[in-house]
C-alpha cells in the first residue's frame, strides 16, 4: 500500500466525484471501496477510495467547509496528444479553463482546467520524457510562502525516510514578477510518490487549505508520534488525525491499521471508532484498537 495519498473533501460529491474520475481516466482507474461514518460533526460522512492509472486516492463526503482552488492541482502526464484531448474533453465539461489547450515552449499539448467539483488538473503531453509516475501532485506556493518552495522541498525530503530532491528550474531575469532563482518548477519524490512544486509571485486569492491534504500512513504510534511531531506548525488545526504544516500544507497522519478497522467492520465497531478518534487530535493506536475491539 502506498505511503502517501491525496485526499480530498467535497460537500457531498464524494462518491459522484471519484464516478467522474474514473470515467475519465479509464484504465486503471475504479472505485475501490465506499465507508459511511454515521454521528460525526458533519453527520453522516462518505469515504471513498479509488485509483486513478493505478495511484491511489482518498474521497470525503463532510459538507461545505473547504473549496479547492490552484494552490493543489494533479497534472496528467500522457503519452499521446490524443489523450491530452480526451482527458481535456472528459474533466473540462462544466468546469473553468486556467490555461488554455495549446502549445507551449514547455509541451506541445497543454490545458489546465478546474473541473466542475473544482478540483484543478493540468493535462500534458510528454513526448519522449519518461513517465514515471501518470499523475503527479503539485503544489504552487503563493502569497506568503511565494518563494519556499524550495525551502519546502528541502524540509519534506528531510522529514520522509524515503526521500530524494529532484530537478530545479529557476526563474530568470525579466520573468516579474517572479524574483530570479525562485523555483519556475521542481520535481521531488516522498515515499516512492512523485510531486512537483512552483513558486508563483502572481496576484491569487487562495491558499493551501484542507480541501486537500496528505495522508501520511503510519504502522505503529512509533510512526504517528515521528510524522506529528515533524509536521504539525500549527497547534489550532490539529483535530482528528489532521495538522496543518509550516508552509499551511494540510496533512492526515493515520495509522494504517484504521483502513482495515473502518472497512471491515461491523456498524458497532464503526460507531465505537468514530466516538473515539472524533476526540483525538494526534490518533492514538491503542486506544483506537480498544474502540474497535469494544474493550
Known amino acids: 500500500m502506498q505511503k502517501i495519498a491525496p485526499h480530498l473533501w467535497y460537500d457531498t460529491q464524494a462518491k459522484e466525484a471519484a464516478d467522474f474520475y474514473v470515467s475519465a481516466f479509464r484504465k486503471g482507474s475504479s472505485v475501490e471501496n465506499v ?10 460522512v462518505d469515504i471513498v477510495s479509488f485509483e486513478l492509472l493505478g495511484q491511489p486516492f482518498m474521497a470525503i463526503s463532510a ?6 482552488n490552484p494552490s493543489i492541482s494533479f497534472l496528467a502526464a500522457c503519452r499521446t496528444k490524443e489523450e491530452v484531448d480526451a482527458l481535456w474533453r472528459a474533466l473540462s465539461a462544466g468546469g473553468t479553463t486556467l490555461m488554455e489547450l495549446a502549445a507551449y515552449p514547455f509541451s506541445e499539448r497543454y490545458g489546465w482546467v478546474q473541473d466542475k467539483y473544482g478540483l484543478s488538473w493540468q493535462m500534458m503531453f510528454m513526448g519522449d520524457r519518461a513517465l514515471l509516475q501518470r499523475i503527479v501532485p503539485t503544489l504552487m506556493f503563493v502569497g506568503n510562502v511565494c518563494g519556499k518552495a524550495e525551502d519546502a522541498i528541502r524540509f519534506y525530503v528531510s522529514v520522509f525516510r524515503n526521500a530524494q530532491a529532484g530537478e530545479i528550474v529557476r526563474y530568470g531575469k525579466n520573468e516579474e514578477p517572479d524574483r530570479e532563482g ?18 508563483s509571485a502572481r496576484a491569487h486569492d487562495f491558499a493551501f487549505n484542507e480541501a ?6 503510519c504502522d505503529n504510534q512509533q510512526e504517528i508520534d515521528y510524522y506529528w511531531d515533524r509536521l504539525s506548525a500549527v497547534p489550532e488545526a490539529e483535530q482528528c488525525g489532521w495538522l496543518k504544516d509550516k508552509y499551511g500544507v494540510s496533512w492526515q497522519v493515520v495509522p494504517r491499521a484504521m483502513d482495515e478497522m473502518m472497512r471491515r467492520s461491523t456498524a458497532d465497531q464503526r460507531a465505537r471508532v468514530t466516538e473515539a478518534f472524533l476526540k483525538m487530535k494526534k490518533f492514538d493506536l ?3 484498537e ?3 475491539a469494544g474493550r
Not at 63 to 68: A, D, Q, T, V
Not at 212 to 217: D, E, G, H
Request: net charge positive; aromatic share 14%.
Open 35 to 44: 465507508t459511511t461514518l454515521h454521528n460525526t460533526p458533519s453527520g453522516s
Open 63 to 68: 459538507g461545505p467547509l473547504f473549496r479547492f
Open 182 to 199: 525562485t523555483v519556475k518548477h521542481a520535481a521531488f519524490r516522498l515515499e516512492g510518490l512523485e510531486f512537483a512544486a512552483m513558486d
Open 212 to 217: 486537500i491534504s496528505l495522508m501520511a500512513y
Open 286 to 288: 491503542a486506544s483506537l
Open 290 to 292: 480498544k474502540a474497535y
